[in-house]
């Protein structure tokens, strides 16, 4: 056979070559998936783990919840106020804002609450329409509250549990000296003295209630009460002739204006010479009881009255001589009278009972009595009145 004829030889090595390096990537390509695979499944592997022990922590799990919770909120306050129908009224009238949509559309300018109150002008006649709303004008939510109108005719009012002369005064915005003097002497000397269902006359002004007598004439009755006849003429209910004003006995008579005297009650007291060794007041006084104060000093009330348990005790204010102590018919029912030697007497009434006796001498702070509901009282209490020089003084003044 002729060399002509013969076949080329094949590139044997090349393709040994070739079929080595495709081994050696195809291995390394083995290699590096599997070494990745392998560190994927350790770090996922760690991952989990260390996710796992972090989660068992309950203030991570708090922590996370809260923080998704704010997250979540945040998200639906910006969604919802996109798309929300409000009005935005700036206070310098300068331009209020309407917003539908998160469009912005000027409407008029609406003035101050100041304003508003006194200049309905200020506010806009047309309402303003975006799309499908309506805004119109709204009532303004300010309110004038008119002054108390004078009551016009006499009421009957019925004592309730817990009323005090005070507290229905300032219920009809009037003194409670009217009303002590509208009800009769009784509630005139015993304004604490109220029983339940009660009736009281009310009358619409400050002043009194008169009576007509015996001899009464209108100039008399002014000049008692100390106000001008024309003060009585003139008033409406008196229903009088104000050309030639009649009265009858038993006739009611209202004195706007009209006042009364004080009469202070009168205890019968010791008024012998004060023994050379008894006890002097200092001038410094002290409680004599303890307690909540039921009624405080004013006109006809010139005393404090301290309420307190039945039996709790009642001490000296201040050291001194009993020149009084028994029972007073004028209302204080049992009680104590102490001379401080000073120009000063403390009085104590209402006691249930009293341990001291006339010419005792007693030292600051001992004990002379209980607290009681003698003589005209409503319930136990304590009536403690400091006097100077004979006139009932104000123990606020002087209390520490």
């Known amino acids: 056979m002729s060399s002509g004829s013969e076949a080329a030889p094949k590139p044997v090595l090349g393709r040994r070559l070739f079929h080595f390096r495709s081994r050696i990537y195809l291995t390394r390509s083995a290699v590096t998936t599997a070494s990745s695979e392998g560190v994927r499944s350790w770090v996922s592997g760690h991952t989990r783990k260390w996710l796992s022990a972090r989660w068992a922590d309950d203030l991570l799990r708090s922590r996370v919840a809260a923080h998704t919770s704010i997250i979540l909120l945040i998200a639906l306050v910006i969604v919802f106020a996109n798309r929300s129908l409000y009005v935005i009224p700036m206070m310098d009238g300068t331009l209020a804002r309407l917003v539908l949509l998160g469009q912005r559309v000027p409407v008029a300018p609406i003035a101050p609450p100041s304003l508003l109150a006194t200049d309905s002008s200020l506010l806009p006649n047309v309402p303003v329409a975006q799309d499908d709303a309506i805004l119109m004008r709204a009532a303004v939510p300010y309110t004038i509250m008119p002054a108390q109108r004078p009551r016009a005719e006499i009421t009957t009012y019925v004592v309730k549990p817990g009323d005090t002369i005070f507290g229905i005064a300032a219920q009809f915005n009037i003194k409670p000296e009217t009303i002590m003097w509208a009800n009769g002497r009784f509630v005139e000397d015993n304004p604490d003295l109220l029983r339940v269902g009660q009736e009281l006359i009310i009358l619409p002004v400050d002043g009194v209630y008169h009576q007509v007598g015996k001899g009464d004439t209108i100039g008399k009755i002014a000049a008692t009460f100390k106000v001008d006849p024309s003060a009585i003429i003139d008033y409406p209910l008196n229903n009088l002739d104000k050309d030639d004003p009649q009265?009858?006995?038993?006739?009611?008579?209202?004195?706007?204006?009209?006042?009364?005297?004080?009469?202070?009650?009168?205890?019968?007291?010791?008024?012998?010479?004060?023994?050379?060794?008894?006890?002097?007041?200092?001038?410094?006084?002290?409680?004599?009881?303890?307690?909540?104060?039921?009624?405080?000093?004013w006109g006809r009330h010139r005393a404090i009255d301290i309420g307190s348990w039945e039996g709790a005790p009642v001490t000296a204010a201040d050291s001194g001589f009993?020149?009084?102590?028994?029972?007073?018919?004028?209302?204080?029912?049992?009680?104590?009278?102490?001379?401080?030697?000073?120009?000063?007497?403390?009085?104590?009434?209402?006691?249930?009972?009293?341990?001291?006796?006339?010419?005792?001498?007693?030292?600051?702070?001992?004990?002379?009595?209980?607290?009681?509901?003698?003589?005209?009282?409503?319930?136990p209490h304590l009536h403690f009145e400091i006097l100077q020089n004979g006139v009932q003084r104000n123990p606020f003044g002087f209390l520490p």
């Open 247 to 297: 009265i009858q006995v038993g006739q009611r008579l209202i004195v706007p204006g009209g006042t009364k005297p004080y009469v202070p009650r009168q205890v019968v007291a010791y008024n012998g010479p004060i023994p050379q060794n008894a006890n002097k007041g200092s001038g410094s006084f002290g409680w004599p009881a303890s307690g909540s104060i039921s009624q405080g000093y």
């Open 322 to 379: 009993v020149v009084a102590a028994g029972w007073d018919s004028s209302g204080y029912g049992r009680m104590v009278l102490i001379d401080h030697g000073n120009g000063f007497q403390t009085l104590y009434a209402h006691l249930k009972v009293f341990y001291v006796k006339v010419g005792d001498s007693v030292a600051k702070g001992q004990k002379i009595g209980e607290v009681g509901a003698t003589g005209n009282a409503t319930g």
